[in-house]
């Protein structure tokens, strides 16, 4: 079973940063991907940044420039430093990790945790 456990969520202004962690049960490196999606109320689940396998990665253009994905494969840890953070990044982020295959998907996920971006 797998385990994605998210920490790092919390109130911050506009302007300030964040960095959100994932810390999976077993090897990140086992994953086709692995990312961060957020959820904000009344809107759909959307990806903000992935990174594959082979270490490329992937923003939303909300937050290219802003934010930056980075991994540590030997503490099985993903984590989303977030800078400059506005009011319309406020969401539940959760953390993705992903084995895809021809024919179909394999999504896990973690608990969510809050951001918040308010003055």
């Known amino acids: 079973q797998v385990q994605l456990v998210e920490s790092g969520g919390g109130l911050v202004q506009p302007g300030g940063s964040l960095r959100l962690s994932c810390a999976a049960s077993g090897s990140i490196l086992s994953f086709s991907v692995m990312g961060w999606y957020r959820q904000a109320p009344g809107k759909q689940r959307e990806l903000v940044a992935d990174i594959s396998r082979g270490g490329s990665t992937n923003y939303a253009d909300s937050v290219k420039g802003r934010f930056i994905i980075s991994r540590d494969a030997a503490k099985n840890t993903v984590w989303l430093q977030m800078n400059s953070l506005k009011p319309e990044d406020t969401a539940v982020y959760y953390c993705?990790?992903?084995?895809?295959?021809?024919?179909?998907?394999?999504?896990?996920w973690g608990q969510g945790t809050q951001v918040a971006v308010s003055s």
């Open positions: 993705n990790a992903a084995s895809i295959f021809i024919e179909r998907r394999d999504n896990y």
